[in-house]
């Protein structure tokens, strides 16, 4: 007798001492960027459940998700990638794979990760598991001896890699079905100096942002024999062009309803696109140089945060009246957006107030504040289940 209540006693010990069981789907993370940190926050609670430390430069940071929702790969500008563990909130492994990072993007099987790189510019591709180096593309071009800085980074289907050179003006497509044997197409002079690119929701048109002249560059990944095309080419002629203080970003959070929302480089202006024919069918005023335009994830409403000096403001337009309906004030320096998986709240952060607001969508009520330290960068974990994310 002595015996058996000596085994349920360590059984009860032992239950005591474990985790409480919990799933992924609403946890995310903030980006720390000026302590190297993240907050892993739980966006059921409205909370932060705690951090992670030991990340290095997260200036400019940005993450992907393992299809299980468990682990986030961040890509810091050091070029550090970081497997981080949410759920025991901890960094389950760390490399340091180049000299100078902007972000990177996970295959769709969820088996590889994938960093663009500034320097030396390529892209390398590692086992999501171990972080094994796989595959090493150097971005060259010329004389074969310069190598250009990747962006604009996307996952599409068949476990390929989208993006663009900027000092080349290519795009590359990056077949990884056998990742240690990857095949390279390649689209040339696509445009000057693209900055960053996007895939459509459905993964069929990866677009590149030009900053060297007016326009953006599309392939068709169905109809890749076509080549690369010039949409909205010259949307800026006749008018003076202005000083850049931030440049955009693309992605395809900005497509809803069979319309892309896109920032006008310079520009105080969204453009809107037919995704149909890509002829511009709009434009919509906003209140400064727009930096994120990312559609709700219903595709009712696309929220627009914009370039110094108006970086403390936020607005929301209706895309059925294709006008800003609301404009908000989060607070200094808003710097990223993140809607909950369905769309009912929106996180945002302002990284000079040192905090991270979050509003309900549909009444614009402001709901809560958690504080964080310089947060840039909110990823959610919804992200692992959707293509170019």
Request: with cysteine; proline share 5%; aromatic share 8%.
């Amino acid at each position: 007798m002595k015996s058996l209540l000596s085994i349920l006693a360590a059984l009860l010990l032992s239950a005591c001492a474990s985790p409480a069981l919990r799933g992924t789907g609403d946890l995310g993370i903030v980006i720390e960027r000026a302590s190297g940190s993240v907050a892993v926050v739980d966006t059921s609670a409205r909370a932060i459940l705690g951090r992670v430390e030991g990340l290095g430069d997260l200036s400019h940071a940005s993450a992907v998700y393992g299809r299980d929702g468990r682990y986030a790969y961040v890509f810091g500008r050091d070029g550090g990638l970081t497997k981080v563990d949410l759920l025991e909130r901890k960094i389950a492994k760390r490399i340091i794979q180049a000299g100078n990072s902007i972000g990177g993007a996970i295959s769709q099987d969820g088996r590889l990760v994938a960093a663009q790189n500034y320097q030396p510019g390529g892209v390398k591709v590692f086992d999501a598991e171990t972080l094994e180096l796989l595959a090493d593309i150097p971005a060259t071009f010329g004389d074969g001896k310069q190598r250009a800085k990747v962006v604009g980074l996307a996952d599409v289907p068949g476990n390929r890699f989208a993006y663009a050179l900027f000092e080349a003006g290519e795009i590359w497509v990056a077949d990884l079905s056998t990742p240690r044997e990857p095949k390279v197409t390649k689209f040339s002079n696509i445009g000057n100096q693209p900055y960053d690119g996007l895939v459509t929701p459905n993964g069929r048109h990866y677009i590149a942002g030009l900053f060297g002249e007016d326009g953006l560059a599309l392939v068709d990944l169905w109809k890749p024999e076509q080549g690369a095309k010039k949409i909205l080419a010259n949307y800026g002629k006749g008018t003076e062009k202005l000083p850049v203080f931030k440049m955009p970003h693309l992605r395809g959070w900005a497509v809803a309803g069979g319309r892309a929302y896109l920032p006008a480089i310079g520009r105080h202006e969204v453009l809107v696109v037919d995704t149909t024919t890509w002829q511009e069918v709009g434009r919509i005023s906003v209140k400064g140089q727009p930096v994120f335009v990312m559609a709700r994830p219903d595709g009712r409403q696309v929220w627009v945060n914009f370039a110094f000096p108006d970086y403390g403001q936020v607005q929301v337009i209706d895309t059925l009246e294709q006008k800003v309906v609301q404009t908000l004030a989060p607070g200094k320096a808003v710097l990223h957006m993140e809607f909950t998986p369905r769309g009912e709240h929106v996180w945002i952060s302002a990284r000079d107030d040192n905090r991270v607001v979050v509003y309900d969508t549909a009444s614009f009520a402001r709901l809560t504040e958690l504080p964080v330290q310089n947060p840039s960068g909110i990823f959610f974990t919804s992200r692992a289940a959707r293509t170019g994310f």
